[in-house]
C-alpha cells in the first residue's frame, strides 16, 4: 500500500509538472534574466555623409595682368547641394532674405539633420524605457492533450478500485488573463546609457544648429555667385557694343579710303572675340543660376531672376580677438563636440557599471482557471538582486571601447578648437586681401576707361590706327572683371566670416548689405 501510495504522488506530480510547464505557468519572471550593457558609441563622431560647406581662396599665379590675388569659391559638397521640393509659393524674383530662407527650410544638409535630431529622440526614449516601469498584459486559452508515455513516464501500478494511471490524460482547459509589471530599481549601467543618450540627442540639436550656418554659406556663397555671373555677362554686353561700335566706325573709315582692310578685319576680330565670351559668361550665369535653384528648393532650371545686388561694404568693425571669442562661445558645432564628449564620458561609466549589483522588481496579477466563470486570481511579486561573478572578459571588452570612443571624441574636440580659430584667421586675412583688391581693381578700372577715351580721341583724329583702341579695350574688360571679382572675393570674405564667428543664420544682415 505504500509503495502504490508513492507511485500515485509521483504520476500525479509528473502530470502537474507537464501540464503547467506546458502552460507556462513556469520560468523567470517577467523583465528577468537580462543585463544590461553600456551603448556603444561609434569610434568617431563625424560622419563622411554629413556633407560639407568650406569657402577656399585660391592663389591666382603671378604671370598675369590681374590685379587679382586670390580667386574665391565655396565649396559645397554632399546632401547640402541639393533640397527638397519647395512647397512655398515663388514669385518669379529671389532676394538674398528669401534665397536663405528657402535654404534654411528646403535644403538637404537642414532636412538630414533634422531628420537626425528625431532619430536621436527616439534612441534616447528607448534608453529611458529601461528606467521605467513595464507593463505588459496577457489573455490566452489553452487546451492540451498529453501522453505520458511519449514524455517519457512510465508508471507500473496496480490499478486501485478499478482505477489506473491512464498513458494519454486530458484535454486539459486553461483559462489565463494576467498583467505583469517589471521595474528597475537600481541599475547604474541603465543610468548612464540613458544619461549618454540624452548627450547625444543634445549634441544632434547642436549640429542641426551648426547646419543652418552650412546652409547660409552655402547658399550665400551660391548668390553671390550668381550676382558675379550676372556682372560679367553685363559687362560683357557692354564689350560687345564697344566692339561693334568701333567694328562699324572702322567700315565706314574703309568704305572711304581712310583706313586698309586689315583695320577693319582687326575690329571684327574683336567684336566676334567678345561676343563669344558673352555668349561663355551667359552659358555660366545659367549653371550659377540652377546651382542656386537646387540649393532652395526651386525646379532645378535658371527662368528666375535675382532681386538684389550686393555692393561693396566695408565689414563690420571687429576686431580678432574679439571675432575669436565670440567663435569660441557661440559655434554650434563646438558645442556639439563638447556634448559627444560629455555622451561618451556617460557611455564608459554604463560600461563601468556593468561590474555593479542591478536591483529589479517584477510582479504579476491574473485570473486562471478552467474557463472565465470559473477563473480565480493569483499573483506573484518578486524582487531580485543580479550581480556579475565572471563574464569571461566581456564588461573589459565594454570599458575598452568605451575608452577608445571617449579618447578620440577628446581628440576631435581639440582639433575643432584649433580649426575654428584657423577658420577665423583666415577668414581675416581673406577680408584684408579682398578689400586691398577691391582698391587696386577701382583705380585700375579708372586708369584704363581713360585710356580707352585718349586711344579713341587719338583714332579719331587719325594719329593712331585701331591697334591700340582694341588693346584699351581689352584692357578695360580685363580690369572691369578684375573689379567685379574682387568685389565678389569681398563678400565672400565677409560670409566666411559671419560662419567662422557662428550664428551666420542670424547675422547675415550685418555682415552683407544688400542694395
Known amino acids: 500500500m505504500k509503495n502504490t501510495t508513492t507511485n500515485w504522488i509521483c504520476a500525479a506530480g509528473a502530470i502537474f509538472f507537464l501540464a503547467a510547464n506546458s502552460f507556462g505557468q513556469f520560468g523567470p519572471p517577467p523583465g528577468q534574466g537580462q543585463t544590461t550593457r553600456a551603448t556603444q558609441l561609434p569610434l568617431s563622431g563625424r560622419t563622411g555623409q554629413s556633407g560639407s560647406v568650406v569657402s577656399a581662396e585660391t592663389p591666382v599665379p603671378g604671370t598675369t595682368t590681374s590685379v587679382n590675388t586670390i580667386n574665391p569659391t565655396v565649396q559645397v559638397q554632399g546632401p547640402y547641394a541639393g533640397s527638397v521640393e519647395g512647397k512655398t509659393a515663388f514669385s518669379g524674383k529671389l532676394s538674398l532674405r528669401d534665397a536663405v530662407e528657402r535654404g534654411l527650410r528646403y535644403n538637404l544638409g537642414?532636412?538630414?539633420?533634422?531628420?537626425?535630431?528625431?532619430?536621436?529622440?527616439?534612441?534616447?526614449?528607448?534608453?529611458?524605457?529601461?528606467?521605467?516601469?513595464?507593463?505588459?498584459?496577457?489573455?490566452?486559452?489553452?487546451?492540451?492533450?498529453?501522453?505520458?508515455?511519449?514524455?517519457?513516464?512510465?508508471?507500473?501500478?496496480?490499478?486501485?478500485?478499478?482505477?489506473?494511471?491512464?498513458?494519454?490524460?486530458?484535454?486539459?482547459?486553461?483559462?489565463?488573463?494576467?498583467?505583469?509589471?517589471?521595474?528597475?530599481?537600481?541599475d547604474m549601467a541603465a543610468w548612464n546609457n540613458y544619461r549618454s543618450s540624452k548627450e547625444n540627442l543634445s549634441a544632434n540639436k547642436l549640429s542641426a544648429k551648426d547646419a543652418r550656418d552650412l546652409v547660409v554659406l552655402a547658399v550665400g556663397g551660391a548668390y553671390l555667385q550668381v550676382i558675379a555671373a550676372a556682372a560679367r555677362v553685363n559687362s560683357a554686353r557692354a564689350q560687345v557694343e564697344t566692339a561693334n561700335a568701333l567694328y562699324q566706325q572702322t567700315s565706314?573709315?574703309?568704305?572711304?579710303?581712310?583706313?586698309?582692310?586689315?583695320?577693319?578685319?582687326?575690329?571684327?576680330?574683336?567684336?566676334?572675340?567678345?561676343?563669344?565670351?558673352?555668349?561663355?559668361?551667359?552659358?555660366?550665369?545659367?549653371?550659377?543660376?540652377?546651382?542656386?535653384?537646387?540649393?532652395?528648393?526651386?525646379?532645378?532650371?535658371?527662368?528666375?531672376?535675382?532681386?538684389?545686388?550686393?555692393?561693396?561694404?566695408?565689414?563690420?568693425?571687429?576686431g580678432l580677438e574679439d571675432a575669436l571669442k565670440q567663435a569660441f562661445s557661440q559655434r554650434s558645432d563646438l558645442k556639439a563636440a563638447e556634448a559627444q564628449v560629455r555622451a561618451a564620458e556617460r557611455s564608459r561609466s554604463a560600461a563601468r557599471a556593468e561590474r555593479l549589483p542591478s536591483i529589479s522588481l517584477s510582479a504579476d496579477y491574473g485570473v486562471i482557471g478552467t474557463n472565465p466563470?470559473?477563473?480565480?486570481?493569483?499573483?506573484?511579486?518578486?524582487?531580485?538582486?543580479?550581480?556579475?561573478?565572471?563574464?569571461?572578459g566581456r564588461i573589459e571588452g565594454d570599458i575598452e571601447q568605451a575608452g577608445a570612443a571617449l579618447a578620440q571624441r577628446q581628440a576631435e574636440l581639440e582639433d575643432l578648437r584649433g580649426q575654428i580659430e584657423t577658420d577665423v584667421r583666415k577668414a581675416y586675412l581673406d577680408l584684408e586681401a579682398a578689400r586691398s583688391q577691391v582698391e587696386l581693381a577701382t583705380e585700375n578700372l579708372q586708369v584704363t576707361t581713360e585710356n580707352l577715351k585718349l586711344t579713341r580721341q587719338r583714332y579719331d583724329a587719325g594719329v593712331s590706327d585701331n591697334v591700340e583702341v582694341v588693346r584699351s579695350q581689352e584692357s578695360v574688360a580685363g580690369a572691369d572683371l578684375d573689379y567685379i571679382n574682387s568685389v565678389f572675393a569681398h563678400n565672400v570674405a565677409k560670409l566666411s566670416l559671419a560662419r567662422a564667428v557662428g550664428q551666420a543664420a542670424d547675422n547675415l544682415a550685418q555682415f552683407l548689405q544688400t542694395r
Do not use: C
Open 110 to 186: 537642414t532636412v538630414g539633420i533634422a531628420n537626425g535630431v528625431r532619430q536621436a529622440q527616439g534612441l534616447s526614449r528607448v534608453a529611458r524605457s529601461a528606467l521605467l516601469p513595464n507593463v505588459n498584459g496577457n489573455l490566452s486559452e489553452t487546451v492540451e492533450q498529453l501522453n505520458l508515455r511519449a514524455s517519457g513516464l512510465h508508471f507500473n501500478t496496480p490499478s486501485f478500485a478499478g482505477f489506473s494511471i491512464p498513458s494519454v490524460v486530458g484535454p486539459f482547459n486553461v483559462f489565463d488573463l494576467r498583467a505583469s509589471l517589471s521595474q528597475s530599481v537600481a
Open 252 to 318: 565706314q573709315q574703309k568704305s572711304v579710303g581712310l583706313v586698309a582692310q586689315i583695320d577693319v578685319n582687326r575690329s571684327r576680330v574683336q567684336l566676334l572675340t567678345q561676343q563669344q565670351r558673352l555668349a561663355s559668361l551667359q552659358n555660366d550665369l545659367a549653371k550659377q543660376k540652377i546651382n542656386l535653384a537646387r540649393m532652395t528648393g526651386l525646379p532645378p532650371n535658371d527662368r528666375y531672376d535675382i532681386a538684389d545686388d550686393i555692393p561693396f561694404v566695408a565689414a563690420p568693425a571687429l
Open 373 to 392: 466563470s470559473q477563473a480565480h486570481g493569483t499573483f506573484s511579486i518578486v524582487g531580485s538582486v543580479k550581480f556579475p561573478i565572471w563574464q569571461s
